[in-house]
């Protein structure tokens, strides 16, 4: 049996090509007559149980569009913004009349596509439940101390802010090194000698944490104090190094609002897990397939031995 899904899709391709057709016969897509259309004006609130059309008896409203435009909008990102909406209705209503021709064949009592309808109502209500549930009982208050929570974990990172001068032989970076010992000045002899792409702007690197550059480079940057630059050249694969170190500091940790919407995820993802868990727990779970049955047990004694503290390790506070 045809996967239902797959044959919404092509219905959804279909009617893409179908709306798209009439603009692709005009010249870049405007009207025969020359200039563009002016910007629409911006949409006014409708209510979603406005109809918009009707197939047969059955009447589609603003709210079937929206949910329409939810699971087939990928399909219409080329599709210009002005013509999605009546993709998405062409896409509907194709849905639609082959549904009634399903229906009326009784295609539904099919065990295959009952099984598939079945699918796609549990996990419409599985999302749902989790979006009523779960998503709004995450706060500003609690993603702000998970944040702080995680920042408090992480060790503090040493950062040098360092400047160089890379050339293409030792004899040449002796000599850079000899001018510097004489007073001249880090930042012109960049300017002046180096092949790399901060010659011009003095050489500056700007600031950089352990395993940014390459190792040798690396080491010989961390093991300057500030103000001070390498007697002997660094050799890497790009050339022959003189480093100079700047300042040094310890990294500063993202900002919130950088980082937030990552917070929510996480957090997120622990609460769909910690539903599920009290959702199974509430649940009469049987395995009746012996083979499925065994599987589940390994796997049950598997994540109770990970979660089990070590012996002589205080509980956890989760």
């Given at each position: 049996?045809?996967?239902?899904?797959?044959?919404?899709?092509?219905?959804?391709?279909?009617?893409?090509?179908?709306?798209?057709?009439?603009?692709?016969?005009?010249d870049?897509?405007?009207?025969?007559?020359?200039?563009?259309?002016?910007?629409?004006?911006?949409?006014?609130?409708?209510?979603?149980?406005?109809?918009?059309?009707?197939?047969?008896?059955?009447?589609i409203?603003?709210?079937?569009?929206?949910?329409?435009a939810?699971?087939?909008?990928?399909?219409?990102?080329?599709?210009?913004?002005?013509?999605?909406?009546?993709?998405?209705?062409?896409?509907?209503?194709?849905?639609?009349?082959?549904?009634?021709?399903?229906?009326?064949?009784?295609?539904?009592?099919?065990?295959?596509?009952?099984?598939?309808?079945?699918?796609?109502?549990?996990?419409?209500?599985?999302?749902?439940?989790?979006?009523?549930?779960?998503?709004?009982?995450?706060?500003?208050?609690?993603?702000?101390?998970?944040?702080?929570?995680?920042?408090?974990?992480?060790?503090?990172?040493?950062?040098?802010?360092?400047?160089?001068?890379?050339?293409?032989?030792?004899?040449?970076?002796?000599?850079?090194?000899?001018?510097?010992?004489?007073?001249?000045?880090?930042?012109?002899?960049?300017?002046?000698?180096?092949?790399?792409?901060?010659?011009?702007?003095?050489g500056?690197?700007?600031?950089?944490?352990?395993?940014?550059?390459?190792?040798?480079?690396?080491?010989?940057?961390?093991?300057?104090?500030?103000?001070?630059?390498?007697?002997?050249?660094?050799?890497?694969?790009?050339?022959?190094?003189?480093?100079?170190?700047?300042?040094?500091?310890?990294?500063?940790?993202?900002?919130?609002?950088?980082?937030?919407?990552?917070?929510?995820?996480v957090?997120?993802?622990?609460?769909?897990?910690?539903?599920?868990?009290?959702?199974r727990?509430?649940?009469?779970?049987?395995?009746?397939?012996?083979?499925?049955?065994?599987?589940?047990?390994?796997?049950?004694?598997?994540?109770?031995?990970r979660?089990?503290?070590?012996?002589?390790?205080?509980?956890?506070?989760?």
């Amino acid at each position: 049996m045809t996967n239902v899904l797959r044959s919404l899709r092509l219905a959804a391709s279909l009617s893409v090509a179908l709306v798209c057709l009439p603009a692709l016969a005009q010249d870049g897509g405007a009207p025969a007559g020359g200039s563009p259309p002016a910007a629409p004006a911006p949409a006014a609130p409708v209510d979603p149980e406005t109809v918009v059309a009707k197939v047969g008896d059955k009447a589609i409203t603003e709210r079937d569009l929206a949910v329409a435009a939810q699971d087939l909008g990928p399909q219409f990102a080329q599709v210009p913004p002005e013509q999605r909406r009546i993709a998405v209705l062409s896409a509907l209503i194709d849905i639609d009349v082959l549904a009634a021709k399903a229906e009326a064949e009784k295609l539904a009592e099919d065990k295959d596509v009952a099984a598939e309808i079945a699918f796609a109502r549990a996990q419409a209500l599985h999302s749902a439940y989790f979006a009523k549930t779960g998503v709004p009982s995450v706060t500003d208050e609690e993603l702000k101390s998970r944040y702080d929570a995680e920042i408090a974990k992480m060790p503090p990172v040493d950062e040098v802010k360092a400047s160089h001068i890379l050339v293409k032989t030792k004899e040449e970076a002796d000599a850079v090194i000899k001018k510097l010992d004489a007073g001249e000045d880090f930042n012109k002899l960049a300017a002046e000698n180096s092949s790399g792409p901060s010659g011009p702007e003095g050489g500056d690197l700007g600031y950089f944490g352990p395993g940014q550059m390459v190792p040798a480079f690396e080491t010989a940057a961390f093991a300057l104090e500030p103000g001070t630059y390498t007697k002997q050249p660094v050799e890497t694969q790009f050339g022959w190094h003189v480093i100079k170190v700047d300042d040094k500091r310890k990294q500063a940790p993202p900002a919130f609002d950088e980082v937030k919407e990552q917070v929510r995820q996480v957090v997120l993802r622990e609460k769909y897990v910690d539903l599920v868990q009290k959702a199974r727990a509430d649940a009469k779970i049987e395995y009746v397939d012996p083979a499925i049955a065994n599987q589940m047990k390994a796997i049950e004694e598997m994540n109770a031995a990970r979660d089990k503290p070590a012996e002589g390790a205080a509980p956890s506070a989760n």
